[in-house]
């Protein structure tokens, strides 16, 4: 399950600042993406989100900030950030990813000082559709994931790929950077004392976890609660009690709302297919109990919501990139 709700969150034309900054400085983030991952390869500063209190971030520490509010990191609580002209030095691809200044490197005086400076790197993500917005859902504003996990080999080829400009390198670095995002969430998922969606724990039983795994293969199948037992290998009573006590809800309850969460991504991305074709698509031969199931979990008919469907992270969003940094530095 987890794979199918990552699955859209996915990197494009990310830019990686390797960040170089000696203090004081601040750069501040507008762009209001969906998720954006921040890492320190060496030294430290603080995370401030808009709406929220300061979070330190250390070396070989990651912290994802749920948008759209925007937020700061600066090497001291209090340093503020003036809006500077990027210039040929910003991008916004035409699908997401970050946008900001690429390749600071504010040494004080002397370019070559890089004792004390503070290397960051960031990477913004778009979340297109219903599915990933599941998981958007079960994040805070703000998760931490220290350093020394399963993400540090990722991390040590991400440092290795922004230092030099090789062929491919932009591919090389979108797939790195949905590889660390995966590793964070897993690990902030899973850590000690945390509170994780009702789902992440249900994937792993040998019982839920293969009937959720059914659901999400075969959405579309004829499904119920005693076929779905016969396939997991447990009674029908079984199964019903085990997937409420773990998911929160009966199966065909939680196989409804799945089904109209694919339909709703169907409605938006392929536009010219009809209701019912967009029905069968997700096991409804009936387009009306079909329409009438997607406005009772989405509170609009499907016609509505198609209507007004807005995608989440536009294109066309602009960024002003900030900075605070000593007299004498240089970008």
């Not at 599915?131 to 080999?153: H, K, N, Y």
């Amino acid at each position: 399950m987890f794979s199918d709700l990552i699955r859209g969150v996915r990197a494009h034309g990310s830019l990686f600042a390797s960040s170089t900054l000696s203090p004081p400085w601040a750069l501040r983030f507008v762009d209001g993406a969906p998720l954006t991952l921040c890492t320190v390869l060496t030294g430290a500063g603080w995370i401030v989100p808009e709406h929220g209190p300061p979070e330190p971030l250390r070396a070989r520490e990651t912290i994802v900030v749920r948008g759209p509010a925007t937020f700061t990191f600066v090497d001291e609580v209090g340093t503020r950030a003036e809006p500077i002209a990027c210039g040929e030095f910003c991008a916004t691809p035409e699908q997401g990813g970050t946008r900001h200044r690429l390749g600071w490197r504010d040494c004080g005086a002397d370019a070559g000082d890089v004792r004390g400076a503070t290397t960051l790197i960031v990477g913004a993500y778009p979340v297109r559709g219903e599915i990933s917005r599941r998981l958007l859902d079960a994040l805070p504003a703000v998760l931490r994931v220290d350093g020394g996990g399963t993400s540090d080999p990722v991390l040590d080829h991400l440092a290795a790929e922004v230092a030099v400009d090789t062929p491919g390198q932009q591919v090389v670095l979108d797939r790195l950077l949905d590889w660390m995002l995966v590793c964070t969430l897993r690990e902030w998922f899973d850590r000690p004392g945390g509170e994780p969606p009702a789902w992440w724990a249900a994937q792993r039983d040998p019982v839920v976890g293969d009937a959720l795994r059914l659901l999400h293969a075969e959405p579309a199948a004829p499904w119920t609660v005693t076929a779905l037992a016969e396939r997991t290998g447990v009674s029908r009573s079984t199964l019903a009690k085990r997937f409420a006590d773990l998911v929160g809800e009966p199966p065909l309850t939680y196989l409804t709302r799945w089904r109209m969460t694919l339909a709703a991504d169907l409605l938006v991305e392929q536009e010219a297919a009809t209701v019912a074709e967009i029905a069968r698509a997700v096991g409804y031969s009936d387009p009306f109990g079909f329409s009438a199931a997607f406005k009772r979990v989405r509170g609009a008919n499907p016609s509505e919501f198609r209507r007004t469907a807005i995608t989440p992270f536009p294109a066309a969003t602009t960024t002003t990139a900030a900075r605070t940094a000593p007299a004498g530095s240089h970008a």
